[in-house]
């Protein structure tokens, strides 16, 4: 069983700076690659960064040069730097762990999302 445990949310002003965690735990042999998606009210569920544990990222064009995902591959935890935060970066975001390698095999996983609020 894995489970994945985020943190950090909450309500910051346009302009601010956020963080947020993820941790992985359970019977996990190395989680591959990694993430944040978020999904605002009306609109489907999108991808904002990946990484994988070799450190290669990507990013939704509209975060580039504000938000910034990184690993911590040995405490199994990423994270999500979120800086000049705008409105329209107002979601539930959702960690995911694209390819986690068990026992068992290789299988993609979900937290729980945590509501990130940019108002003044």
């Known amino acids: 069983q894995v489970r994945l445990v985020e943190s950090g949310g909450g309500l910051v002003q346009p302009g601010g700076s956020l963080r947020l965690s993820c941790a992985a735990s359970?019977?996990?042999?190395?989680?591959?690659?990694m993430g944040w998606y978020r999904q605002a009210p009306g609109k489907e569920r999108e991808l904002v960064a990946t990484?994988?544990?070799?450190?290669?990222?990507r990013y939704k064009d509209s975060v580039k040069g504000r938000f910034t995902i990184s690993v911590d591959n040995a405490k199994k935890t990423w994270y999500l730097q979120m800086t000049s935060v705008k409105p329209e970066d107002t979601a539930v975001y959702y960690c995911?762990?694209?390819?986690?390698?068990?026992?068992?095999?290789?299988?993609?996983?979900w937290g729980q999302g945590t509501q990130v609020t940019v108002s003044s």
């Open positions: 990484i994988t544990n070799g450190g290669t990222t």
């Open positions: 995911n762990a694209g390819r986690v390698l068990t026992s068992t095999g290789i299988s993609r996983y």
């Open positions: 359970g019977n996990i042999v190395e989680v591959l690659d």
